[in-house]
Each structure stands twice: as C-alpha cells, then as structure tokens.
C-alpha cells in the first residue's frame, strides 16, 4: 500500500510529499583549477613563498574547506536529482541520503568562510537576512538536532531540523535558495583562486562576500 502523503511528512521528512521538482545549479566548472587548490597552495606555500605560520594554516583549511564544500554540493545534487527521477514515488533512500550531503555541504561552506575572516564576526550582522546570516541559521540548526528536537523548532510533526523544497533548503528560521547556494559557492571559488597562490592571494582574496561586507583574507592587513 503506497504511503499518504500525510505518512511521508511525518515520518520521512517535512514537506516531501511536495518536493516534486528542483533547478540545482552545476556547480562542477566554477573555476579551473576547482580540485587542485589545495595542492597548488602547498606546493606554492612550501616551495615559492614563505609565510607566517597562522597565515598558512588559515589558508591550508580554507582551501580544504573550500574544496570539501564543493564536493558536498555535487553529491548532494546528484543525490537530490537521483530522488526526483526515482519513479517510485514511494522512495526515500536517496531523499535521506542528499539530506546528509547537503548538511555536510552547509558545514563545510560555513567554515570555510569562518576561516577566511580568521573567526571575525564580520560575515553578517544578527537578524540582518543576508545569506550568509542564514547559511549560519541552517548550519546551527543542522548542527545542533538535539536542541531543535527539545526546544520545538522543527516543524509540527516533522522529523528534519533541515529539509528540502522546491526552492531549496529549509528551516523553520531560514531558507536558502538553489541560486543563493550556487552564488556563494561562486564566491568561494574567486577566494580560493586567489588564495591557492599566496603571491597574489593579497590582491585577489579582498573583496565582497555574499551579504556585501567586507573580507579579508589571512594574507591581507587587519586580518
């Protein structure tokens, strides 16, 4: 007996039972060197330019991030996309496992971007529904389940602290679009760009993230 619709967003996932379709941008060729970030700023860092030690552990875990968070975000669109197609309706094995990649996806996106302004509180202002304000809201809901599920911030009934819609990611607090996620993702990669090679990483890794406010690298003064 095929399960209600009723079932599905109980005890699957909020909202499932409307999750019929999703525009995830492909993210795959951002940048050229995508992949090969952290092994150029190893070899550059170790080889053509030394650097205090802060400054390239900071570099070396952003771009580690920076590569993990790409990573996450095509397995959770394949993933996602794998659900979508599934002819059974029925199916939520692949809906469960794109939850997990797109989880980790806002994990490592988050702390990328924390390393990036060596831990500054200058990514967003509180309440002020800049992306990157809500990256931060899902993160920490995705993060800290148990505290959702004790202080009743899921939604009525629903098992998820973060679930899927057609728009894209959802919690009670916050929402990321599709676009918004691809948007910042495209911010990362001009970061990592320039932060792969630290001779340049001064003059290509300052500039705007995604809610407009200054960043500064660890190469960069006032960092």
Known sequence: ?????????????????SFTAATIPDMSAVSEAQGRWLLSFVLNSGLVVTM??????????????????????EAARQATLSYLTNPNPDAASEYIIAIGHWESFLSQAYQAW????????ILFEPGDGSIMQRLN??????????????????????????????????SVEAILTCSE?????EDLARFADGAQNPLSARA????????????VCGMSNGC
């Open 1 to 17: 007996m095929p399960f209600t619709n009723e079932f599905k967003d109980k005890y699957v996932a909020p909202h499932i039972s």
């Open 52 to 73: 205090d030690d802060a400054t390239r552990r900071t570099l070396y875990n952003f771009l580690r991030r920076a590569e993990l968070a790409f990573r996450d975000y």
């Open 114 to 121: 924390c390393l990036l302004v060596r831990g500054q509180k």
């Open 137 to 170: 809201l899902l993160y920490n809901r995705a993060k800290h389940a148990e505290s959702a599920i004790t202080s009743q911030q899921l939604p009525p009934d629903g098992t998820l602290p973060v679930w899927l819609q057609n728009d894209g990611l959802h």
């Open 181 to 185: 996620m691809a948007e910042m993702l």
């Open 204 to 215: 290509e890794t300052t500039g705007c993230c995604p809610n407009n406010s200054l960043v």
